[in-house]
């Protein structure tokens, strides 16, 4: 089902928020937000409010985890207990395990790892409230983070998800939409080599779907990433 906006002429879904298919929820990125850690960055987009803090590089003490030729990038992905309308059970589960995981994977392409042997970086990502698309926010206020810590990398990491609910390929997934929908294609990528760090895909697409989707994220990055840029400069100016 679909509809036109009459203002800018965009073909626009019945999504609840009657955004235009193709149109991203309000976004807010800040650098710079905590003074104690070596890095850090504050991330709104929709409902989701997020946390990310960096600290390091530093020497790595666990032997087991120690690269001799490379710092190792560990990421903690966390959702408050209050993130959520029911109270979340505090600590670890398996589903911020694995988005800790991937986080890492997504990020660890962008960062000269290699400059920093026998060393850790860590990233700490806290979700204060969540509503849909947790996953992409914390990998792109992450990468903020780590830029604000001044931790050298090939290119700042931004991620986004399309997905397709009530029949129709949309880009950015409220909760709603990400819990009722059809499919949902969340991705990372480096902007400046088109690079895609990360790409999953949960539910059913065709080849078409499939690829309008993908097309969605990837404008969802680029629209992103300039607020990235913002907000770096916004701190450190040009």
Sequence with gaps: MTNTNLNTGTETSARANNRAFDELRNLKIEAGVLERADGSA???IGGNKVLAA???PRELFVRRLMQ??????????NMAPFSVDDRKRPGPDRRSVEISKITSEALTPAVFLEKFPRSTIDV??????????TRCAGITAASVALADAGIPMRDMVVACAAG????NVVLDLSEVEDKEGEADLPIALM?????ITLLQMDGHLTGDEFEKALDLAIGGCMKISEEQKKAIKNRYGD
């Design 124 to 133: 700490y990502i806290e979700v204060l409230e969540a509503e849909g698309g």
């Design 42 to 44: 504050y991330l709104e």
């Design 164 to 167: 397709k609910s009530d029949g």
């Design 191 to 195: 902007p400046r080599t088109g690079e």
């Design 54 to 56: 960096v600290y390091g």
């Design 68 to 77: 001799p030729n490379r710092a190792v990038l560990r990421c903690k992905y």
